[in-house]
């Protein structure tokens, strides 16, 4: 059974960078559809980025267009998303996901 774990959350100061990490285990993302979440203290969960891995098309929620950036690696069989230009607003647990399938998410706070 597919299995995700999320990692690279962390504290960082406005205008710095993350890299979140996806790791898969019990299945390969070759044939899925990936996507990035995350959900605001008091605000209701928000899809900001996909990946599908079979033509690697990809969407970004307006917010993080330009300063996100969802990527993979197939050998590794970890989705990533780099974030940079890291704003107040982006502080959230960020979750990972495929179809019913969610890591139990990664913090990241924003503050200086």
């Known amino acids: 059974q597919l299995q995700l774990k999320e990692s690279g959350g962390g504290l960082v100061q406005p205008g710095g960078s993350l890299r979140l990490s996806c790791a898969a285990s019990?299945?390969?993302?070759?044939?899925?559809?990936m996507g990035w979440f995350r959900r605001a203290p008091g605000k209701a969960r928000e899809g900001i980025s996909c990946l599908n891995m079979a033509d690697d098309r990809t969407w970004y929620e307006d917010s993080v267009k330009g300063r996100f950036t969802i990527s993979r690696d197939d050998a590794k069989n970890v989705l990533y998303l780099q974030m940079n230009d890291l704003a107040p607003e982006d502080t959230a647990t960020y979750y990972c996901?495929?179809?019913?399938?969610w890591g139990q998410g990664t913090q990241v706070t924003v503050s200086s």
């Open positions: 996901n495929t179809g019913n399938h």
């Open positions: 019990g299945s390969t993302l070759e044939s899925y559809t």
